[in-house]
């Protein structure tokens, strides 16, 4: 199966495709389609990789992927439940080009202006899960429907984007497949050293020309996003084991000093980590 770009399957003559995905892990492998994604996630939880930006998904939560935007679902293996994600996929040109331009749908452009970056849905997520969920009992026509029903309700919602930059060119198949290596090395051994050299030769290329490679597609260093995966997994820890030292969840993170952990930490989440156990705790 191919990286990048990804193929949704898709039954002739139908524009909006609704899936269900319940797996013990989602597809986790780097990709990107042309149609916009609208994802509901009823159970399971694990890091979401956009663009340039890791974050995290949890159970409830609604994320909107844009059109070819790269991203990666990647659950949490550590329990033994099985993750579900709802999704309905569409081509903003399937109703034809001018049908979403309509005078009427104006509204709608915000929403497809956000979706660049992808974007979570903060409020109004029950009823945009209840029309998600609903249409597998739906024909064709009512699933249109439907979708200008979430449409609306998203683009009068509070949202925060995914990604804060997208790599403007399409990725070819050999581009996915290098950078899915580096990003899946960097996420499964995030805890251990890793040199530059090594994610070099994964990526079958000197050091500096990685060096340019990476931050040209995702407008950052390996060793900050690096250090992003490190917080993030962080972050998770910090929340759900309060009975643990910070110094060990550094050291576990892949810190070997605790300093600089507490350094980058409250540079990326402008708290220190005894700070966020504390007020965020709810977050994860």
Same mark, same amino acid.
């Given at each position: ?56 998904? !949890? ?20 329990? *033994? @439940? ?6 309905? /996929? ?16 104006? %509204?709608?452009?915000? $929403? ?16 945009? !899960? ?11 026509? @009512? ?8 449409? =609306? ?11 804060? +930059? ?6 070819? @198949? ?5 950078? *899915? ?6 996420? =499964?051994?995030?805890?251990? %050293? ?15 020309? /990685?060096?340019?490679? $990476? ?6 260093? +390996? ?18 084991? %309060? ?32 700070? $966020?156990?504390? =007020? ?5």
């Amino acid at each position: 199966m191919k990286v990048l770009p990804f193929k949704i399957p898709k039954p002739q003559n139908e524009a909006v495709i609704y899936q269900v995905d319940k797996e013990k892990v989602f597809y986790d492998q780097l990709h990107q389609h042309a149609e916009i994604q609208i994802s509901y996630i009823k159970e399971g939880s694990g890091m979401l990789l956009v663009g340039d930006t890791l974050s995290h998904f !949890k159970k409830g939560e609604v994320f909107v992927i844009g059109s070819y935007l790269p991203h990666a679902f990647k659950s949490d293996t550590s329990t *033994n @439940e099985l993750s579900e994600m709802h999704t309905l /996929f569409f081509d903003k040109n399937a109703f034809g080009e001018t049908f979403l331009s309509l005078p009427d749908l104006t %509204p709608a452009k915000t $929403f497809f202006d956000k979706t660049i970056f992808g974007m979570q849905v903060v409020n109004q997520t029950t009823s945009i !899960k209840e029309y998600i969920t609903n249409l597998g009992s739906q024909n064709t026509v @009512e699933r249109l429907a439907t979708l200008l029903l979430v449409i =609306s309700l998203i683009a009068q919602s509070d949202t925060k984007p995914l990604s804060s +930059f997208v790599y403007p060119k399409n990725y070819s @198949e050999n581009e996915g497949q290098r950078m *899915n290596r580096v990003f899946d090395y960097a996420m =499964s051994n995030y805890h251990n %050293p890793i040199m530059l050299d090594t994610i070099a030769n994964l990526a079958n290329m000197s050091k500096n020309a /990685f060096c340019r490679y $990476f931050k040209k597609r995702t407008n950052k260093t +390996f060793i900050q996003f690096l250090i992003e995966i490190r917080i993030d997994q962080a972050c998770k820890i910090l929340a759900n084991n %309060p009975e643990q030292p910070v110094s060990f969840v550094a050291e576990q993170c892949g810190f070997t000093n605790v300093a600089n952990f507490n350094r980058k930490f409250k540079l990326l989440k402008g708290c220190t980590p005894t700070q $966020f156990r504390t =007020s965020f705790k709810s977050s994860y």
